[in-house]
């Protein structure tokens, strides 16, 4: 975001768009404050009224999954640009057909730290803040009716986590969380499903372990007695799991650029397992996938029983799954558009016992600091 404050020119002085191109950005802060983007100038299609063909969209999580979408066109400045929830923002940017070579824009960014006196608190916490004790609201606040808090729990790469509730008041039974909940999530876009929501009066017991080390949690208050709505946590750390088939589901690419081995070494899959894992690198880098042996199913034709699924988001909502299978190594794997990449494992019922597969990382170039570009 230091970089964009000094001024961002798209595309860069002295070039030009080609009609069909994608760009996709990712603008990185500081954990803890959170960002707007401002534009003093702006022409990305002829009018603001039909947004189809060239537009830019800036989303707070790699799916672009708000709904409606934050998308913008037009030939002025637009004003409504919403502030981010969190320290990142990603922002993709589509030339159509028309006029490509008269695209373009500048911005600089607007920083803003947390608000004390907000009555969701702080929302982008350290998992050594949340476990030294995080109280909702913050003590000597109380909510109002019709207000939702999105918090994003950041710990160490390579651990899980676990909220643990000391009190809990979300509504007035456990048995419907229809209007006052708390949904925790493993990504921005809540996709779990079921999803992982809780309500009631008194602390959840079947709180999940968090598959990485992130954990997305987001407080709905509705009508009824929103000033009773509180709670206390802790959480609790966990080193991943060595021992489990599927090998530790979170690493580092510095991990996986020294080799990566599934399942772990001495061990075979049984039928039906799935293992899911979150490789993450360094921000303002990208990664590619390279398999030295692979085999995932019988044949590369057919990948609906045994398959691996990579991603660049948790997910997995490319609109075409990226998904291989078969007795060789891929050679088409993609590039991550980020620094992190979410691989799901998916072994069916024939002969999960030959299932393995052995890859490195490769960083694919460094992106400028804090911003990264995929395809410009």
């Not at 030294?132 to 000597?140: L, R």
């Not at 199913?297 to 398959?307: F, H, M, V």
């Amino acid at each position: 975001m230091t970089d964009v404050a000094k001024g961002w020119t798209v595309p860069p002085t002295g070039s030009q768009f080609s009609a069909e191109t994608t760009c996709e950005y990712v603008l990185t802060g500081t954990e803890g404050k959170t960002y707007q983007l401002q534009f003093q100038s702006f022409t990305v299609g002829a009018s603001a009224d039909n947004c189809d063909k060239s537009y830019l969209q800036i989303s707070n999580d790699a799916a672009y999954s708000e709904q409606p979408p934050n998308k913008f066109c037009g030939p002025n400045p637009p004003a409504n640009v919403p502030m981010s929830t969190g320290h990142v923002l990603y922002v993709k940017l589509v030339v159509g057909p028309d006029s490509p070579d008269q695209v373009s824009f500048k911005a600089t960014v607007k920083e803003e730290a947390p608000i004390a006196g907000d009555k969701c608190g702080t929302k982008a916490l350290s998992m050594t803040d949340v476990a030294k004790g995080w109280t909702v609201p913050p003590t000597g606040s109380q909510f109002s009716a019709e207000t939702t808090c999105e918090y994003v729990l950041t710990g160490t790469e390579g651990k899980t986590y676990q909220l643990q509730f000391q009190s809990f008041t979300v509504g007035a039974s456990a048995d419907n969380c229809d209007k006052s909940y708390l949904q925790i999530s493993n990504d921005a876009a809540y996709s779990e499903q079921p999803p992982n929501k809780f309500c009631g009066p008194n602390p959840p017991a079947n709180v999940p372990m968090s598959t990485g080390h992130v954990l997305y949690v987001k407080l709905v208050v509705g009508p009824d007695s929103p000033d009773q709505v509180s709670f206390k946590a802790t959480v609790k750390e966990e080193s991943s799991g060595a021992g489990d088939k599927c090998g530790t589901k979170a690493l580092t690419m510095a991990d996986v650029a020294k080799g990566w081995t599934v399942p772990t070494t001495g061990t075979q899959f049984d039928a039906s397992t799935i293992c899911e894992y979150v490789l993450t690198g360094t921000e303002g880098k990208t990664y590619e996938l390279v398999f030295s042996n692979f085999t995932v199913g019988a044949s590369a034709d057919n990948c609906d029983k045994s398959y691996l699924q990579i991603s660049n988001d948790a997910a997995y909502s490319e609109q075409t799954p990226i998904k291989f299978c078969g007795p060789t190594p891929p050679a088409n794997v993609p590039s991550s558009t980020g620094h992190i990449l979410y691989v799901k494992l998916v072994v069916g019922a024939d002969s999960p016992e030959k299932v393995t597969f052995s890859a490195i990382a490769k960083e694919r170039f460094t992106q400028s600091d804090g911003v990264s570009v995929r395809v410009c």
